[in-house]
């Protein structure tokens, strides 16, 4: 299977490793503490996070819960393209 970009452009694969079976399992586990966000290399991202389910009570751990389905229902080459290699922060 080919994965293309945003503009139909072929992307080479990538020898890189899936991490999405560990991102999606903690996301949904401990979204609110932003793990899968720290795992991913997204640093600022899980901060702003983490300050973020403090601040709401807990309430934007829900997004977690979503992202943490979005990468569970992604094949391993999606995910290593749209969030290892191209480094989509956010859903």
């Keep these: 299977m080919e994965i293309t970009d ?3 452009n072929v992307l080479p694969k990538s ?3 899936s991490k999405r079976i560990v991102a999606g399992v903690l996301a949904i586990v ?3 503490f ?3 966000k720290f795992i ?3 640093t600022k991202t ?3 996070q983490v300050i973020l389910t403090f601040a709401t009570c807990g309430f934007v751990g829900i997004l977690s819960l979503i992202e943490g389905i979005i990468y ?3 094949t391993d080459e999606e995910f ?3 969030y290892q290699t191209n480094k989509k922060e956010w859903f």
Excluded: M, P, S
Aim: charged fraction near 15%; avoid cysteine.
């Design 30 to 32: 401990l979204g609110g």
């Design 40 to 42: 991913l290399g997204y």
């Design 46 to 48: 899980g901060i702003i």
């Design 34 to 36: 932003a793990v899968h």
């Design 72 to 74: 569970l229902t992604k």
């Design 6 to 8: 945003e503009n139909g």
């Design 15 to 17: 020898n890189e490793e």
């Design 80 to 82: 290593i393209n749209t």
